[in-house]
């Protein structure tokens, strides 16, 4: 168990090390993700006696529309309204979910998060949650987007970042206020990710019912290394 409230370098170094094994005798990337989000889904705890602090714990990750499986391209066609889909255009995919409620463990059951189109700039500034979470992940949105953009920031070859929300309450960042984060006591919000073979984003993203002060969400830093190990051999086989 790993206290979130009292999280330091010890539990960092452990909990990494956790992190860079779950990818053993895996077949796909969602398999993996599954594994990472029950791992701290599971083991994050706070309070005494210990309780668990992730309401909801998911995966996401960027992935071409024309690659979808056939519902995924109707969820993603069902978001863009009349606006036409390319094969190119970029989807937030949820790749696994663990939560404290029953649908929340199966990315299949999702209502509205399943594939998110993410065909413009102007789209993705209409998402304030997605837009601040590719922003302090370090990367640049608009290349990120573009099909033949080279300019998206391998952050293999930089400082892993982390999306952190202090405060979930009230939040312009974080949706959902009244049904999600005061309905189950999220408190804080910690993302952490990096970029996948051959140019897209994952993306780890925590909601918790205990604080998370920035110190904390500092040391998730390095975690994000650790999830991109396990992740990155599968990068051809993501969905099981």
Same mark, same amino acid.
């Not at 714990?57 to 036409?84: D, I, M, N, S, W």
């Not at 500092?218 to 969905?239: C, D, G, N, Q, Y």
């Given at each position: 168990?790993?206290?979130?409230?009292?999280? &330091?370098?010890?539990?960092?170094?452990?909990?990494? !090390? %956790?992190?860079?094994?779950?990818?053993?005798?895996?077949?796909?990337?969602?398999?993996?993700?599954?594994?990472?989000?029950?791992?701290?889904?599971?083991?994050?705890?706070?309070?005494?006696?210990?309780?668990?602090?992730?309401?909801? /714990?998911?995966?996401?990750?960027?992935?071409?529309?024309?690659?979808?499986?056939?519902? =995924?391209?109707?969820?993603?066609? $069902?978001?863009?309204?009349?606006?036409?889909?390319?094969? #190119?255009?970029?989807?937030?995919?949820? =790749?696994?979910?663990?939560?404290?409620?029953?649908?929340?463990?199966?990315?299949?059951?999702?209502? &509205?998060?399943?594939?998110?189109?993410?065909?413009?700039?102007?789209?993705? #500034?209409?998402?304030?949650?997605?837009?601040?979470?590719?922003?302090? =992940?370090?990367?640049?949105?608009?290349?990120?987007?573009? @099909? &033949?953009?080279?300019?998206?920031?391998?952050? #293999?070859?930089?400082?892993?970042? %982390?999306?952190?929300?202090?405060? $979930? $309450?009230?939040?312009?960042?974080?949706?959902?206020?009244?049904?999600?984060?005061?309905?189950?006591?999220?408190?804080?919000? =910690?993302?952490?990710?990096?970029?996948?073979?051959?140019?897209?984003?994952?993306?780890?993203?925590?909601? !918790?019912? /205990? !604080?998370?002060?920035?110190?904390?969400?500092?040391?998730?830093?390095?975690?994000?290394? @650790?999830?991109?190990?396990?992740?990155?051999?599968?990068? #051809?086989?993501?969905?099981?």
């Amino acid at each position: 168990m790993y206290d979130i409230q009292n999280f &330091g370098l010890t539990d960092m170094i452990q909990l990494g !090390s %956790v992190l860079r094994k779950l990818g053993g005798n895996a077949e796909t990337m969602e398999e993996v993700a599954n594994r990472i989000v029950r791992q701290l889904h599971d083991e994050i705890t706070y309070g005494q006696p210990a309780e668990k602090a992730c309401v909801l /714990a998911r995966v996401f990750k960027t992935h071409p529309y024309g690659e979808l499986a056939p519902e =995924l391209q109707t969820c993603a066609r $069902a978001a863009l309204g009349e606006t036409p889909p390319t094969a #190119e255009m970029r989807c937030l995919v949820l =790749l696994a979910t663990a939560g404290a409620r029953p649908e929340w463990n199966s990315r299949q059951q999702s209502a &509205g998060h399943k594939a998110i189109p993410l065909p413009t700039m102007t789209a993705v #500034e209409k998402l304030p949650m997605i837009a601040q979470l590719v922003s302090q =992940l370090g990367f640049d949105v608009n290349a990120l987007l573009d @099909s &033949g953009s080279k300019v998206v920031l391998d952050l #293999e070859h930089s400082d892993f970042n %982390v999306f952190h929300v202090a405060e $979930a $309450a009230g939040s312009p960042h974080v949706p959902a206020q009244e049904e999600f984060v005061l309905r189950y006591g999220v408190r804080s919000v =910690l993302g952490f990710g990096g970029l996948l073979p051959p140019r897209d984003l994952f993306a780890v993203i925590l909601f !918790s019912k /205990a !604080s998370i002060p920035r110190e904390t969400a500092e040391l998730f830093k390095t975690l994000a290394l @650790s999830a991109k190990l396990a992740l990155v051999p599968f990068w #051809e086989r993501i969905f099981q």
